[in-house]
């Protein structure tokens, strides 16, 4: 009689630290609460796992990528567009590994770190993604504040007050099921995604630079100020809560428990992640698109505040809707965030401490730490000390990364822990090679930072 293990988690040697946590998923009010078709075409199945990716790629087009991405194109042209397209390729190989860890093993990256190190490594993990998810929710603070004032004449200080109010929002898409949020998020998505293209064909940008700027410039390292920017823009972009959110959300799918049953769920998630983030590389290099296009070219390269830049694109684009559209993708980019970000924030505290709060709790906490220095700021140096500070939370996204890539290219890799699911050789080193550049970039950005 063979011995072999017969548990999801003795197939993948996954050892979990608690017999409770067996028991535990991760969001246990949502998980394998989506049916998976068992038979039926291709498109059924697709259809099945579509939406967790399109929840994910909200941290990649919210709020904070509009700063970096407006001074990039205002500053220097067309010339980051490469940073954005290679930001996005390590995004859809780490979102690629991130679903594999959370259907191979059941765990979320939390659960995962929580299994592996030491409670003092833990607690360290812990505090450095809950300074991100704050700096991404500073971030969403400012952009929804500025968008209600662009569109609405509401001061950005109340505005600021009035994000604290999506807490009901989230408990309200939350009562109605997974699936209603996954709605809610892809039609925000398909609104800014129209708002972009309109200002796209407005704008015009000659085909040949936009082409050139995806090519890499060794400039981009060499010049401090230029490298500030592009950090901020991989910060903005590779998000390090998104991590252990997508390891998570991926799992609300029903999909079969088995060996058979994961692979497939890990292709189709895959697929789901790739062509979402493809949309996100879009918005994103719309959004510089435009700042090239619009300011660079007309001499406007000191435009890096959002509200600049609504200003200025109407007359510029000679398009009377153009900053309208502007203001309205930014509202909707700042409402999809909240969502992603609480869910982020529940993830990550139920993965590291076993602490399980209230949702709007949680949530209230969470936004009241970000709202704090958003009020504080304002009342002394007014919109351009927001600005400043959008920019400077991306950068701080930046500094985080590591604490989340590290474990989690460390986990996919390990045959112990992965089994059959472990990543191929090649893919590990590109994996491990992704995690190097982006060390690499942090500590130039510290050296450049301290020493002047």
């Known amino acids: 009689m063979s011995d072999a293990p017969t ?3 003795q197939r993948t040697g996954w050892q979990f630290s608690l017999p409770e946590d067996k028991e535990r998923p991760s969001l246990p009010e949502v998980h394998s609460s989506v049916a998976v078709p068992q ?13 967790p990716g399109y929840m994910v790629s909200v941290g990649y087009m919210d709020p904070g990528n509009w700063a970096t991405d407006l001074a990039g194109g205002s500053q220097f042209g067309y010339t980051l567009l490469s940073v954005i397209m290679l930001s996005n390729l390590m995004a859809i190989l780490l979102q690629a590994l991130t679903a594999r860890l ?3 093993t059941g765990r979320d990256l939390a659960q995962a770190c929580r299994d592996h190190y030491s409670p003092r490594v833990n607690y360290a993990l812990w505090f450095a993604c809950e300074l991100a998810i704050i700096a991404c929710d500073l971030a969403e603070v400012i952009g929804t504040a500025i968008a209600l004032n662009l569109l609405f004449g509401i001061p950005l200080i109340a505005g600021a007050l009035i994000t604290a109010l999506d807490v009901f929002l989230l408990l309200l898409l939350m009562k109605k099921g997974f699936r209603f949020l996954e709605a809610f998020v892809i039609t925000l998505l398909t609104v800014i995604f129209v708002c972009f293209a ?5 704008a015009s940008p000659p085909v040949a630079a936009v082409l050139g700027g995806f090519m890499p410039k060794g400039e981009i390292v060499t010049n ?8 901020g823009i991989i910060g903005a972009t590779v998000m390090p809560h998104n991590l252990y959110l997508h390891s998570s959300i991926v799992q609300t799918r029903a999909y079969e428990r088995t060996e058979k049953g994961k692979r497939e769920a890990i292709k189709w998630a895959t697929i789901d992640s790739t062509v979402a983030l493809m949309m996100a590389l879009f918005i994103n290099a719309a959004i510089l698109i435009i700042a090239a296009a619009a300011f660079h070219t007309t001499g406007h390269t000191e435009v890096a505040e959002i509200e600049d830049a609504y200003k200025l694109l109407s007359p510029i684009l000679g398009l009377g809707i153009a900053s309208t559209l502007f ?7 700042g409402l999809n965030s909240t969502v992603t970000a609480t869910l982020a924030g529940q993830i990550v505290m139920e993965g590291f401490l076993r602490l399980r709060l209230p949702g709007w709790m949680r949530r209230l906490i969470t936004r009241g730490l970000a709202i704090i220095p958003v009020i504080a700021v304002t009342a002394i140096y007014g919109e351009r000390g927001t600005a400043e500070l959008l920019i400077l939370s991306q950068v701080i996204l930046s500094m985080q990364l590591p604490f989340a890539v590290i474990p989690l290219v460390r ?6 822990k992965m089994g059959v699911f472990a990543i191929p050789r090649p893919v590990a080193l590109l994996a491990w090679l992704v995690a190097g550049l982006i060390l690499v970039l942090n500590f130039k950005l510290l050296y ?3 020493a002047g």
């Open 102 to 104: 959370g259907i191979a």
């Open 7 to 9: 548990t999801a988690e």
């Open 224 to 231: 401090p100020a230029m490298l500030y920017i592009a950090i």
């Open 198 to 202: 309109v200002q796209i064909a407005a």
């Open 39 to 51: 038979t039926g075409s291709w498109v059924r199945k697709l259809l099945a796992f579509a939406g």
């Open 327 to 333: 203001a309205v993708a930014l509202l909707a980019s």
């Open 448 to 450: 450049d930072t301290f």
């Open 411 to 416: 986990f996919v890799t390990d045959r112990k």
